[in-house]
């Protein structure tokens, strides 16, 4: 049955446009007069564009996450060669019964030529989609197929500030995180908010870049399904949580880092899972979990299938590209795993060029003031070797990774999960030991139950520098200078 809106709701397609094609402003609520309002976000909000429209009742469909809302244009911007690429809020705002109202959308204007000084951000949307559950189940809650073509759930592109805004504990103890609970019933956000989105990741990002004298070009993670994606790049960006990546997105990458381009991965749980894109852009498969219900399984397209990307059945680990993974790694300061810990990273080889200019000591704790190590995390098989981690590569980790910093992670299990598994069904570190190694018996189980947050680097032809953890950028608003120094030595070594 569809949902009548009773209020404004809008979405903007295509989401990723250059100068001089068109974008389509999708807007639905109650039949009223509405003021559209586009501005470009980065340390400062511009307004650039403004109309006025009237809304009409469309309905959410019922299956609008899987197969998009497909409402008609309200209007449309041909975009003007004078815009900058960037990140583009749609802000729909009606007064209805005189109470204002606003949706919230948004799109991207690309670069129309590549500049080696600007490096190329790809804000995580496949993510985004994943987690969003405007008008049906998203794929945490047993879909299978979410549509880009749909307004995003709200939290999930503005959020105000407060306690609770952040899903890592930021006040342990705090069992259940019940300050993040309380934030999201207050505002009436999707529960989902803390863990995907603009605001919490790439936001202070780029405030923190452009305050800096950094320029960057933006694109979303479709784009980078295009070979040509880098081409004429010295720098290309992750940042915050990045989880989803088809197989075409992580050719682009690997193909640019081995022929000398360099990344940073300011993010975690980065890459785990694969996700194919159809439809012509308009919708993202990932069957998960589900994976044997995925109809490439058990054919000659298996190596597309929408499972771990560290899957036995796919050999090709996540640590091939960014040298971690998730399945090495797990939570910290979220719930009952590592709930009280530091936050941050003990520094293990402080003399390496990324350290320079900091204070930073063997032993040292680096962006624990900002709790930089939080909520996911990715980690590597290593051992100790004369009291240096030093990796083994069972996993796929580079033989030149080097691990510059540790903070200790766990995986959910059925006695610190918040939402414990039932005794049918496998828990989290279960899962991922039967998908990593084939089988999910004690030994296998107990080869990640102790998973470690792990920054480090390795050079496959550029550098790649990997933070390991979703919360790398709250680390870029002031209270942690080593972190900004970081990552001024990472962006301006990358741009050379």
């Given at each position: 049955?569809?949902?009548q ?28 007069a509405?003021q ?7 340390a400062?909000?511009?307004v650039?564009?403004?109309?006025d ?7 959410a ?38 109470v204002?109202h606003?949706a919230?959308?948004f799109?991207v204007?690309r ?62 103890p ?10 999201l019933?207050s505002?009436?956000m ?7 989105g ?18 960057l ?10 070979p ?8 290309y ?31 975690g ?5 694969q ?31 929408t499972?771990?990307w ?6 090709r ?35 390496h ?8 000591a063997?032993?040292?704790l ?8 939080g909520?996911?995390?990715?980690g590597?098989?290593f ?5 240096v ?14 691990i ?12 610190n ?10 828990s ?27 920054m480090?680097?390795?050079?496959p032809g ?17 209270s942690?200078p080593?972190?900004e120094r ?11």
């Open positions: 049955m569809n949902e809106l009773s209020e404004p709701a809008v979405y903007a397609w295509p989401q990723s446009v250059v100068a001089g094609q068109t974008v389509g402003i999708h807007a639905a609520g109650p039949a009223i509405a559209v309002t586009v501005a470009r976000i980065g400062r909000r511009e650039v564009w403004r109309a429209i009237t809304l009409e009742p469309h309905d469909p019922d299956r609008g996450a899987a197969n998009g809302c497909d409402w008609p244009a309200s209007t449309t911007i041909d975009i003007p060669t004078d815009w900058r690429s960037g990140y583009y809020e749609v802000v729909v705002r009606s007064n209805a019964a005189r204002a606003e919230v959308g799109f204007v670069s129309a030529t590549a500049d080696r000084s600007r490096p190329l951000l790809a804000l995580a949307t496949n993510t985004w989609n994943a987690y969003n559950d405007f008008a049906g189940r998203n794929l945490y809650e047993g879909g299978t197929r979410v549509s880009f073509a749909r307004p995003m759930a709200k939290g999930l592109l503005r959020k105000p500030t407060g306690p609770g805004e952040r899903v890592t504990v930021m006040n342990p705090d069992p259940g995180n019940r300050e993040h609970v309380s934030y019933r505002h009436q999707t529960q989902w908010a803390g863990s995907a603009w605001p919490n990741y790439e936001l202070p990002f780029i405030r923190w870049a452009e305050r800096n004298g950094y320029e070009d933006y694109a979303v993670n479709a784009d980078l399904e295009d040509r994606a880098l081409a004429d790049r010295a720098l960006l992750s940042v915050g949580h990045d989880e989803y990546w088809s197989s075409a997105m992580r050719d682009t990458v690997e193909a640019f880092t081995r022929s000398g381009g360099n990344a940073m991965f300011l993010s749980n980065t890459a785990f899972w996700v194919r894109i159809e439809d012509d852009g308009r919708t993202m498969v990932g069957y998960k979990d589900r994976f044997e219900r995925d109809p490439v399984f058990g054919t000659d397209q298996q190596h597309l299938l499972a771990m560290s899957d036995h059945l796919l050999e680990p996540e640590n091939l590209m960014t040298g971690v993974s998730f399945v090495r790694g797990g939570y910290h300061r979220i719930g009952k795993v590592v709930a009280s810990g530091a936050g941050g990273y003990t520094v293990y080889q402080p003399d060029w990324v350290f320079d200019g900091t204070d930073a063997y032993g040292d680096l962006g624990a003031e900002s709790v930089i190590v909520y996911e995390c990715d590597c098989d051992t100790m070797s004369d009291g981690p030093t990796p083994t590569g069972s996993d796929g980790t580079p033989a030149d990774f080097q510059l910093g540790l903070a200790p992670t766990q995986h959910f299990n059925r006695t999960a918040p939402r414990p598994p039932p005794d049918s069904a496998r989290e570190i279960e899962h991922i030991a039967w998908r990593a190694f084939g089988d999910e018996s004690n030994e296998s189980v107990a080869k990640i139950h102790h998973g470690h947050a792990t480090g680097v390795h050079e550029g550098f790649v520098f990997t933070s390991g953890t979703t919360d790398w950028a709250c680390g870029l608003t002031g942690s080593n972190v970081v990552t001024k030595n990472l962006m301006d070594r990358g741009l050379q």
